[in-house]
């Protein structure tokens, strides 16, 4: 089993910027595909980015050029840089690793 922990998010104003960070609880080494979901309200949760095979990453249309997601394996943690943050990224956002979810941290994107 792992857990997994979110931090980093906050309250910023649009065109700033944060780094989300996923602490897991055990090794991740072995672990292929590492992504980071949102869910803003009244909406469902989406698929932000995606990290696999290694160094492949794959990312939502709307985050594009914007978010970089990452990961340090002897660390055991997973990040997504957020850049030219925009009022429609407001949202929580879930580490999701194999079949495991962290409780998410919240994101606003306001002036």
């Known amino acids: 089993q792992v857990q997994l922990v979110e931090s980093g998010g906050g309250l910023v104003q649009p065109g700033g910027s944060l780094r989300l960070s996923c602490a897991a609880s055990?090794?991740?080494?072995?672990?292929?595909?590492m992504s980071w979901y949102r869910q803003a309200p009244g909406k469902g949760r989406e698929l932000v980015a995606r990290l696999h095979s290694g160094v492949i990453a794959d990312y939502a249309d709307s985050v594009k050029d914007r978010f970089t997601i990452s990961r340090d394996n002897a660390k055991n943690m997973v990040y997504l840089q957020m850049n030219s943050l925009k009022p429609e990224d407001t949202a929580v956002y879930y580490c999701h690793i194999d079949t495991y979810w962290g409780p998410g941290t919240q994101v606003t994107v306001s002036s």
């Open positions: 055990r090794s991740i080494f072995s672990i292929d595909t």
